[in-house]
């Protein structure tokens, strides 16, 4: 860290050179990623067969499982991480930002899931969507998450940030078996349940299911290293914030000529 | 004073203000009339089909609506700080969580009955005299959940800028168990398409769970909602 001299208030630019979101451990990690995508890539590309009745198309499996892996990951995090800030007693802003970032990464995610699903629909079933319950239920997971984001956003201080998008964050996850179970009867009255082939039982081939493995390691690693990052961010951009008020609270100080 | 009876002065005053500043005659309703029409134009006028989709139809117009009556109910709040002043007062918040969303009740199930009507008159839809307690346990169970849900996500995005896009954003998704479960109710009543009455009840199951877990949830975070 730079020293910076007594009396001068540092600009912005300098509080962010004085700080890296990247340590030795994030490095480690990252390489970590990039050599398990490579790996996965291997095997979902060329070790793994092509399916019987579905062909190459399968190979979009080894992205599809993963990232909906990683979301649900995420808004299991995100959950707890909420709910650890609302109900300890010290109300770490910490918990927050880690609720934050993970809800980020799975909106990313869930929405990754919902393009890659599509496609792979398109291919095996012949249409983009299906009115099945598991993709209705995830469509509704991805906006309701939006929602949560859009709150994160809005202004106030950060405990009010941190108290609001928890308690939001929380009720997202009473809401989901309520959504699951209005579209699981409503489709189940109207159409019989879709058979996906992607259920995984004991019929999957072998190098299929390590190819998958693989996939859930990489992309796990993945979102560490996206989280330790952008918590990490977002605790220089709560602090950049907080310097701006000491900055301008220092300024009109300054015009009034009170020291 | 209890919190159920401050919970009903609050819903009075809410509802007396509104007798007084006729939106909801003036307004809302005109503007869930309109919704009614023009799903008659977007669907070609094509009688088969809007009797058949006329439940749905109705819900979300009420949902539409449900909108501007959010915004509504804390506009009136936020004027004059007036929630603001609630809460130093030593209000408690659940009383005013409570007492908001009664007020809302009262507004969508008058609103409901109108849409209905509509339904009648513009869709050809009849309702059977069996379906009547289907009906009105529906409305009444549906309504309690959508007026959680607004109450809830209208004090949240109170006060706040842009709070006018991030309602819908906020409530749609949320509620949209009850759309469908009250649309699939409110089918098995009236007996359009296939439905059968005997289905809709599981429905309803659905719609009460759903009343119930937002308006504890909701009760409960109200205050800290609103707290600055």
Known sequence: MTTLEPNRTPTDSELVAERSTGTRATRAIGIAVVVAMAWLLLFALVFSPADVNQGESVRLMYIHLPTIWVAYLSFIVSAIASG???????????????????????????????????????LTWGVFWQWDAR?????????????????????????QRAKRSAVIGLLGVLLLPLVHWSVRIWRSLHQEA??????????????????????????????????LHRTRVMAMEDLLDDRGLDVALAERRAEGGVR | MTAWS?????????????????????????????????????????KAVLELVAPGLVWLATMFSLLLLVQRAFAVEGDDGAL?????????????????????????????????????VLFAETIPAGGVVLLVTTLVSATCGLAAVGTL???????????????PLLTLPAVAPVLIGATRAVESALGTGVAELSDGWQWVGLLTVFAVVFGVGGALAFGPLIDE
Do not use: C
């Open chain 1, 84 to 122: 650890l800030y609302l109900f300890t007693k010290n109300h770490s802003l910490g918990w927050d930002r880690m609720a934050g970032a993970s809800s980020e990464i799975g909106v990313i995610f869930v929405g990754l899931t919902l393009i890659v699903g599509s496609l792979w629909g398109r």
């Open chain 2, 6 to 46: 401050v919970a009903w002065l609050i819903a009075k005053k809410d509802l007396r203000i509104e007798r007084r500043s006729r939106v909801l005659t003036n307004q809302v309703l005109p503007f869930a009339g309109v919704t009614m029409l023009i799903f008659g134009f977007a669907l070609d006028a094509n």
């Open chain 1, 194 to 227: 879709t058979i996906l082939n992607t259920d995984l039982d004991a019929e999957i081939d072998g190098l299929m299911f390590f190819s998958i493995l693989v996939g859930l390691v990489a992309f796990s690693l993945l979102y560490v290293w996206l989280m």
């Open chain 1, 135 to 159: 993709l209705t239920t995830t469509a509704l997971l991805f906006v309701t998450y939006i929602g949560y984001l859009a709150v994160r956003r809005l202004d106030g201080s950060h405990h």
């Open chain 2, 153 to 167: 996500y209208g004090g949240l995005a109170a006060g706040s800028k842009g709070r006018e896009t991030l309602l």
């Open chain 2, 84 to 120: 603001d002043a609630m809460r130093v007062a030593g209000v408690d918040a659940r009383a005013i969580f409570l007492g908001k969303a009664i007020g809302l009740v009262i507004q969508l199930l008058l609103l409901e009955v109108v849409l209905l009507f509509a339904a009648v």
